[in-house]
Structure formats: structure tokens, C-alpha cells
Nanobody, 126 residues
Framework: QVQLKESGGGLVQTGGSLRLSCVAS????????MGWFRQAPGKDREFVSA????????YYADSVKGRFTISRDNAKKTLYLQMSSLKPEDTAVYYC???????????????????WGQGTQVTVSS
């Protein structure tokens, strides 16, 4: 089992930047593939980005490619999401997720991760 807690959300103007963090407690982070998802009011949860266990592979939704960067520090048991050039449509609750069994590229994009954090609110004002 792993427990996940996000932080770093807040209110930012269009074009601004934020860095989200997700700290894991419990088992070592290096056995988990990790992802970021988001959910805006009235919308379904959607994939944002993901990273493999050792950070060798990263994946991004088309909507954030070139603006967001995912990274991880397994020694610190922390996952990051650097968000730049933020837009109002990036407003959502952002969740980090962990799973031991992402065996294909497509599986990283699916929302069937085993463990989830409680989320952190990101609001981008226009």
C-alpha cells in the first residue's frame, strides 16, 4: 500500500506557472508507475501525464504537451508536475495516482490506477 498526498495547487493568472508535488508514504515509490489526472467541474476525470517507475518513459495528454513536465525523485518519494503557460481550461482538481502494473504504453493513459491522492485545486484566472 502507498498513501499519496498532493500539494502546490493554487490560484494563478493565465500564462503563469505552478509546480505540483505528490508525496508518497508507505512503500518505496520506485515500484510504482505514476500519473497525474485532473477533473474540472461537471467534467469527467482526464489523463494529464504519467511517468514510468524509473522515469525513463513519460507520457502527456495533447492538451498539455510542451507546457507541462512530469518528473519524479524516488529517493524523496515525490512526484512532480511542473505546469507552465497555464490557461483557464487547465482549471481543475489535480490528482496523483500510483500503480505497480502498467505494462503497456496505453495502460498509462487509463484511469485504472490502484492508488489515488485526495487532489489539489488549480485555478487559472483569465
Amino acid at each position: 500500500q502507498v498513501q499519496l498526498k498532493e500539494s502546490g495547487g493554487g490560484l494563478v493568472q493565465t500564462g503563469g506557472s505552478l509546480r505540483l508535488s505528490c508525496v508518497a508514504s508507505g512503500r518505496t515509490l520506485s515500484i510504482y508507475d505514476m500519473g497525474w489526472f485532473r477533473q474540472a467541474p461537471g467534467k469527467d476525470r482526464e489523463f494529464v501525464s504519467a511517468i514510468s517507475k524509473r522515469g525513463l518513459s513519460t507520457y502527456y495528454a495533447d492538451s498539455v504537451k510542451g507546457r507541462f513536465t512530469i518528473s519524479r525523485d524516488n529517493a524523496k518519494k515525490t512526484l512532480y508536475l511542473q505546469m507552465s503557460s497555464l490557461k483557464p481550461e487547465d482549471t481543475a482538481v489535480y490528482y496523483c495516482a500510483a500503480d505497480q502494473a502498467k505494462y503497456s504504453r496505453d495502460s498509462f493513459y487509463r484511469g485504472d490506477y490502484a492508488f489515488w491522492g485526495q487532489g489539489t485545486q488549480v485555478t487559472v484566472s483569465s
